[in-house]
């Protein structure tokens, strides 16, 4: 069945960079858009960013030059590279392919 497992979240203060990864499996990875949310408390869950089965890319206009969103198709993974965080991007972040979701993972960005 498909899996999706985030990991790489975390605390880190203001400015600073974190990298999550989902690794996949249960499907055939190459042939599907890949994409990220994000959900803050008290919020809805939010398009962060996907990138198609060619590598394009969209990202929600918060996070536009800041993040980076990339897949590795033979390791079967996406990441999220975020840099110049700001509180406003603390939240569980979640993979997500058709209609399969991970469990997500904390990001807490605070001094």
């Known amino acids: 069945q498909v899996q999706l497992v985030e990991s790489g979240g975390g605390l880190v203060q203001p400015g600073g960079s974190l990298r999550l990864s989902c690794a996949a499996s249960?499907?055939?990875?190459?042939?599907?858009?890949m994409s990220w949310y994000r959900q803050a408390p008290g919020k809805e869950r939010e398009l962060v960013a996907l990138i198609t089965s060619t590598g394009a890319t969209t990202y929600a206009d918060s996070v536009k030059g800041r993040f980076t969103i990339f897949r590795d198709n033979a390791k079967i993974t996406v990441y999220l590279q975020m840099n110049s965080l700001k509180p406003e991007d603390t939240a569980v972040y979640y993979c997500?392919?058709?209609?399969?979701w991970g469990q997500g993972t904390q990001v807490t960005v605070s001094s």
């Open positions: 997500k392919t058709v209609n399969f």
């Open positions: 249960g499907f055939t990875f190459s042939r599907y858009a």
